[in-house]
């Protein structure tokens, strides 16, 4: 009997321990807080930019080409060779031409010579015909003389202006030929630098449109211009005059500036993406840009100084159902126009309330407060959320945490518990 009692015992004993376990386990808890980060307001500046790349080039470039075919026998330049307007850099063998003027100034004189001696004939062809007329006038001549005396003259007539043509176009010749043997001498047309040469001496040029040039010449370096490519997306917010900060691989801690001088109509379509193309003009006074590098480009579009400033986190957040009261849930929704947005107000770590704001210009960091329902300079500002541990650990660093107090004000520090 004794055993069994105690059996009953044990088993209620065990089924207490059970169902009180399964009671603690299931019993209702009051919800975790939600813990917030935050940021403290304060006044800023805010640069609103369109970013883009480009490639640097002179303000002009110049290429100089050859008017005759021949084999190059001097350069008078080279790589970074700095010339001046007229300066010979480059001499063609002019034997051939040499000879083709010589050939053709001969060819003037003995056309002219030619005409002298037509002249003279039709000097006498027009005594003969006066002297068949007054022959005929008196009747002691025929009409066939004087007829032919008619006909020799007007065919000399003809001869001298043939003789004449053929002058002129001697003269030609000859012209032709001075200015073929003066485009042996390759000078350069403009003042500048030499930025590429594509002739070795002993190499042969040829004269067409097709050819490529003997140099390129760059008028100066020490002003430089950048053709950047602007997506049609952002081309509208570009105008003349704009600032522009620009960097290049060559200098990475360096930063240039410049402005917008163009915008070109001419837009190119690659990959179903529309540009257009921008020319950016900058001060180079030391020539350390140099032609084709790489240009990253910030068009500075606009720039707003010493405004409210949130965090661009601020503007995404956003409180998850059940966090804040539905009143307060419902504060997005007052604003029917569109014109304002929310952000949140940190009142303590796991308290917030809304805040409506009209926003402006962004940029990759904050964003401007054109207008709010309340003054936010030194409020926190909700940026997301954290755990309570990482709550905890910052408390230190948390406005909403409790100071420690301070040995010289009187209190007592924090020491271990008690025994």
């Not at 755990?387 to 010289?408: V, Y």
């Amino acid at each position: 009997m004794k055993k069994l009692l105690k059996a009953i015992l044990v088993c209620l004993v065990l089924g207490a321990v059970f169902f009180g376990y399964r009671w603690y386990r299931n019993r209702p808890r009051a919800p975790e807080p939600t813990y917030y980060r935050s940021q403290t307001v304060g006044r800023g500046s805010v640069t609103q930019e369109v970013t883009a790349t480009g490639t640097i080039g002179p303000i002009r470039e110049v290429s100089v080409t050859t008017q005759v075919t021949g084999k190059i026998v001097s350069l008078f330049a080279d790589y970074n060779s700095r010339i001046t307007e007229n300066q010979v850099i480059a001499l063609i063998d002019p034997d051939t031409y040499e000879s083709a003027l010589a050939s053709a100034r001969a060819q003037l004189k003995s056309n002219e010579a030619t005409l002298e001696r037509t002249r003279s004939q039709l000097w006498l062809a027009e005594r003969e015909l006066s002297r068949q007329k007054r022959l005929y006038e008196r009747e002691m001549t025929t009409e066939s003389d004087l007829d032919n005396a008619q006909a020799s003259y007007d065919q000399l007539t003809a001869t001298v202006k043939s003789n004449e043509a053929a002058i002129e176009q001697s003269k030609a010749s000859v012209a032709t030929a001075e200015k073929n043997l003066a485009d042996c001498t390759i000078t350069s047309p403009v003042t500048g630098i030499v930025i590429d040469r594509s002739v070795e001496e002993g190499q042969t040029v040829v004269s067409s449109m097709s050819a490529s040039g003997l140099f390129t010449v760059a008028t100066e370096l020490t002003r430089v211009q950048v053709e950047a490519s602007i997506p049609e997306a952002d081309i509208g917010e570009i105008e003349v005059g704009q600032d522009v900060v620009f960097t290049v691989d060559a200098y990475k801690k360096k930063r240039f500036t410049g402005k917008v001088t163009q915008i070109r109509l001419a837009s190119v379509t690659t990959s179903n993406v529309v540009t257009y193309p921008v020319i950016i003009e900058a001060d180079n006074p030391d020539e350390r840009l140099f032609p084709s590098m790489t240009a990253n480009l910030s068009v500075i579009v606009r720039e707003d100084k010493d405004k409210v400033i949130l965090p661009n986190a601020a503007t995404r957040f956003t409180p998850a159902a059940g966090e804040v009261p539905p009143d307060m849930a419902a504060a997005e929704s007052e604003d029917e126009s569109g014109d304002w947005d929310v952000v949140w107000v940190a009142d303590s770590m796991t308290s917030i309330h809304p805040v409506r704001v009209r926003l402006g210009i962004t940029d990759s960091i904050n964003t401007v407060v054109e207008e709010s329902s309340e003054d936010l300079v030194g409020k926190q500002i909700v940026v997301g959320r954290q755990s309570a541990a990482a709550a905890q650990e910052s408390g230190t660093n948390n406005p909403f945490m409790p100071k420690r107090p301070n040995r010289r004000s009187g209190g007592t520090p924090p020491g271990p518990p008690p025994r």
